[in-house]
């Protein structure tokens, strides 16, 4: 059973920066795809970003709402995977959960019930 833990979220305020840390139990990264997602209050779950990796690369997804603004990424020797994001708007207010898919799964997916891992959460506000 991977376990995944989440930290970094904070209350910023818009325009600032902050960089989100999944460290999980096991060397998973460049393993199975990954992925970060959030919820706010009433909605479900939804992708932000996702990454896998190939022999040379790494393969990437951003949401829309995102692109360009998030970057996702993973560190092997730290059994991390981050979500820096730059240029926080109040519409980012919300719990940022670090998911993984099954070791055999190793290319990315779009809905919650793809990933098999997920961590508890951590909360990121962004005041206007």
């Known amino acids: 059973q991977v376990r995944l833990v989440e930290s970094g979220g904070d209350l910023v305020k818009a325009g600032d920066s902050l960089k989100l840390s999944c460290t999980a139990s096991?060397?998973?990264?460049?393993?199975?795809?990954m992925a970060w997602f959030r919820r706010v209050p009433g909605k479900e779950k939804e992708v932000v970003a996702a990454i896998s990796w190939g022999p040379r690369t790494s393969y990437e997804y951003y949401d829309a709402v995102v692109r360009g603004r998030f970057n996702i990424f993973g560190d092997n020797s730290m059994n991390t995977l981050y979500l820096q994001m730059n240029s926080l708007v109040p519409e980012d207010t919300a719990v940022y959960y670090c998911a993984a898919r099954q070791s055999s799964d190793k290319n990315i997916a779009y809905g919650p019930e793809d990933y098999a891992f997920w961590g508890q959460g951590t909360q990121v506000t962004v005041s206007s």
């Open positions: 096991e060397h998973i990264i460049r393993g199975p795809a």
